[in-house]
């Protein structure tokens, strides 16, 4: 996989300028890039040492994780339901989904393989042992996990159809004026940043159904429904709207006075019908008490959240 995006700071070790640009790669997994020559400076290999320069183009080269570099790993699983084709997992803020460059051993395929061994779809491959959709590292909430390849591809068909019904909890920056709304704008790869998804005219239509549960001054509750599943995509419409989700470092959301890493957006609603027994499932978890904390601290004082 191939990143490319212009740098905007000049002077900065180039391994620390992307540990910085990469959320959850540590230094040392940077440095490891840099120094296999993954990472060109204006088409030029350069060294962990290299002090960036305003303007030129850096382009970073991740190679995917071989399938037998997968470990399983030992970890405790929330999970909020379970039967014989499916499981659905509450996964904790924090927690990459899949292996990736900086994360190989710490991903909840990893506990996946541990918990379930090989009792797991492999219809995305074995990188991605029953993974038919994903949340990322630093949202928490419901992701749905597929036991059997028959279940995976009727899952799979039912996401594409936005059939699957997926809900989130977001504290998003500033006073949003309407009580509720849609967004339906187009998402795509930001041009001048690859880490990054954007608002753009050939992107693919992205829709975000909202509702304001609760107003703080500078901070406001807010419910949404996806419709459409793009990468970032709550996070992408939202900073489109001037309202980024706060502690959201790659798209504008973080505030001194709020100590928070990673975006606070929860998944805490998941509906579907059961892929084998054609029943309607409906799933709720509470909230984080990291997002509780700072609900809290931020004034909210309106009880349980429905």
């Known amino acids: 996989m191939i990143s490319e995006f212009s740098s905007d700071r000049s002077g900065i070790r180039l391994d620390v300028f992307l540990s910085d640009k990469l959320p959850g790669s540590s230094r040392t997994a940077v440095s490891a890039l840099i120094k296999a020559g993954n990472v060109t400076c204006n088409g030029i290999v350069c060294k ?8 030129e183009v850096i382009s970073i080269d991740i ?3 071989e399938a037998s570099d997968i470990k399983p790993m ?8 379970e039967d014989e084709w499916i499981t659905v997992i509450n996964k904790p803020r924090g927690m990459v989904v899949h292996p990736a460059p900086g994360h190989r051993d710490d991903t909840l395929v990893n506990a996946l393989l541990y918990h379930y061994k090989d009792d797991l779809s492999d219809v995305n491959g074995k990188l991605r042992p029953g993974i038919v959709h994903r949340i990322d590292k630093d ?3 419901l992701l749905l996990i597929v036991k059997k390849n028959e279940a995976h591809l009727k899952i799979a068909e039912a996401i594409a159809k936005h059939e699957v019904a997926r809900s989130y909890y977001a504290i998003c920056c500033g006073t949003i004026s309407e009580t509720e709304g849609t967004i339906d704008l187009p998402v795509g790869r930001d041009p001048s940043n690859r880490l990054r998804n954007t608002v753009i005219r050939d992107g693919k239509r992205a829709v975000t159904h909202f509702k304001v549960i609760d107003r703080f001054g500078k901070y406001s509750l807010v419910r949404l429904q996806l419709e459409t599943g793009r990468t970032h995509q709550i996070r992408v419409h939202m900073a489109h709207i001037g309202h980024p989700v706060l502690g959201d470092q790659l798209y504008g959301g973080l505030r001194k006075d709020i100590p928070v890493k990673g975006q606070l957006l929860h998944a ?3 509906g579907f019908r059961h ?5 309607d499932i409906i799933i709720e978890v509470p909230l984080p008490d ?5 609900l809290e ?3 909210y004082k309106n009880g349980e959240i429905k």
């Open 268 to 270: 805490y609603r998941l």
């Open 74 to 81: 030992k970890s405790s699983l929330d999970i909020a339901f």
């Open 297 to 299: 601290g931020i004034g």
């Open 139 to 141: 949202t928490s909430g």
């Open 48 to 55: 962990p040492s290299y002090k960036t320069v305003v303007g």
């Open 290 to 294: 990291d997002f509780k904390s700072i």
């Open 275 to 279: 892929p084998v027994l054609n029943s």
């Open 63 to 65: 190679p995917e994780p």
